[in-house]
């Protein structure tokens, strides 16, 4: 059976919640939505999934509880979050701009703002999806720190970025000086593929494995469950 783009990006986001236990999952976008979705449905039962405003519900958005706002809070602030969001600019250490493309001053765009990006990552874990892999978007400095990556996090408690997700792969931070890493490749990419769409030197190993198959009950939770109108061919070709 064919396992598009798409669907290796669902299985890479998913995989960012494995081994999280009871935290409160955040993700921002469809693809990210769907993998948090089906790792409450396989490997992460115990993953809390929310509506964004004050329900907890089940992964076909049934409620299952309430969140009231002071209890979002403590998770916000006590690192039993796992927000996955999105970036305008991410650089090797993880800084992440959603604000401005140029100087501060006067920038040349205007973007959504700094937002909650602060407190997102310096008080729980945050990964990120990126659509489209560029070198406008992997840039060797953001022009503005939001999301605070590993050389502006002063030793915070509960900082840590997990993972970023891109159409072309998987990368972490396991470095000794907590820089990108390549983490896999999705099937059909080559690592030179990824070189030129980076605007940084990427940390590469010399055996770089490929973003894991999902299993035939994944594919099927995917395409018949989670979204089987096909909106993740709209946001990943």
């Given at each position: 059976m064919t396992v598009t783009r798409a669907e290796y990006c669902v299985i890479a986001c998913a995989e960012a919640w494995r081994g999280d236990g009871e935290v409160l999952a955040s993700p921002m976008g469809l693809i990210p939505a769907l993998g948090a979705r089906l790792a409450r449905l396989t490997f992460a039962p115990d993953l809390l999934l929310t509506d964004g405003e004050?329900?907890?519900v089940r992964p076909d958005g049934t409620p299952?509880?309430?969140l009231p706002y002071r209890r979002h809070l403590e998770?916000?602030?006590?690192g039993r979050r796992?927000?996955?969001?999105?970036?305008?600019?991410i650089d090797r250490f993880g800084?992440?701009?959603i604000s401005c493309i140029g100087d501060w001053e006067r920038p040349k765009r205007q973007l959504l703002g700094v937002r909650g990006a602060p407190v997102n990552t310096l008080n729980n874990p945050t990964s990120y999806w990126i659509p489209r892999h560029s070198r406008r978007v992997f840039v060797e400095k953001v022009d503005m720190v939001c999301g605070v990556g590993?050389?502006?996090a002063g030793g915070?408690?509960?900082?840590?970025?997990?993972r970023v997700v891109s159409d072309l792969g998987v990368f972490d931070f396991a470095t000794p000086d907590h820089s990108m890493r390549l983490a896999s490749l999705h099937p059909g990419v080559t690592v030179e593929e990824v070189r030129e769409a980076t605007s940084f030197d990427l940390a590469v190993p010399d055996d770089v494995p490929t973003t894991r198959e999902p299993t035939a009950e994944e594919l099927r939770l995917v395409r018949e469950v989670l979204d089987p109108a096909g909106g993740r061919?709209?946001?990943v070709s």
């Open positions: 004050a329900t907890l299952e509880g309430w998770f916000v602030t006590g796992h927000v996955m969001m999105g970036a305008s600019q800084n992440q701009n590993y050389d502006h915070a408690r509960f900082h840590r970025v997990p061919a709209r946001e």
